[in-house]
């Protein structure tokens, strides 16, 4: 996932492209390299292919987000709220993430499981029950 293309695909998925020309008109991304990636966000259960077909054309495939890619996009909107932040264009962001429902501005949060919105300096990490320590040798 820390590869820049994919990160981009993903948000390029998660704004609505589905097919490789969309990815390649708008990422410029080479051809080899996108179809590589796309491949390992397949194999990886991130995205799946369906067929589509448009009227006197071959069949192809689309790529769709899996529910495990919907989990990802905490982590891709996260980047991009980063990037307005300290990248965007002196104009302001390319893209706003809106809810729906409402049209207010989206964007993450970190909260705990008791519901309390959780700033960066208050968290601490301890060991969970997948922790091990490397024996002395």
Known sequence: MGEKWTILILREVWYGSSRFSD???VLGCPRNLLAARL??????????????????????????ITPKGMDLVPAVMGLLQWGDRYRADPEGPAVLARHRACGAQAG??????????????????????????????
């Open 23 to 25: 990815f390649e008109r």
């Open 108 to 137: 993450v949060q970190i909260r705990c499981e008791g519901g309390h919105s959780v700033r960066a300096v208050d968290i601490e990490s301890v060991p969970g029950p997948g922790f091990r320590v490397k024996p002395a040798e």
């Open 39 to 64: 491949r390992m966000l397949v194999e990886e259960g991130i995205l799946v292919t369906e067929t589509y077909k448009e009227p006197g054309s071959r069949s192809r495939p689309k790529y769709v």
